[in-house]
């Protein structure tokens, strides 16, 4: 006599149901880290505008910023540092 197979086989939608949670929880964790991203980069803006700012007028013209020139500055940079860091990435 054979002994009767007692391990229940495995269905097939497991491991696709498996699969798929894998991909949202990717998914969701580049949200997570873009969104945590995004929030320091917005936090490093601000306390560069607020350092920028505390400068007096011939501390700004010694590194060549002019006090209207703080906003357009800072974006001017952060277009920079964007590209620089895709570019290697790529």
Request: charged share 20%; proline share 3%.
């Given at each position: ?45 601000r306390?560069?505008?607020?350092a ?39």
């Amino acid at each position: 006599m054979t002994m009767p197979n007692i391990i229940p086989s495995r269905s097939t939608a497991a491991p696709a149901t498996q699969r798929g949670i894998g991909i949202f929880l990717v998914r969701l964790s580049r949200h997570v880290d873009r969104w945590v991203s995004a929030a320091i980069a917005c936090h490093e803006l601000r306390a560069a505008l607020f350092a920028l700012r505390q400068l007096s007028d011939r501390e700004l013209r010694d590194i060549g910023l002019y006090r209207g020139d703080i906003g357009v500055g800072l974006a001017a940079a952060a277009r920079c540092r964007l590209q620089m860091q895709q570019t290697k990435h790529s």
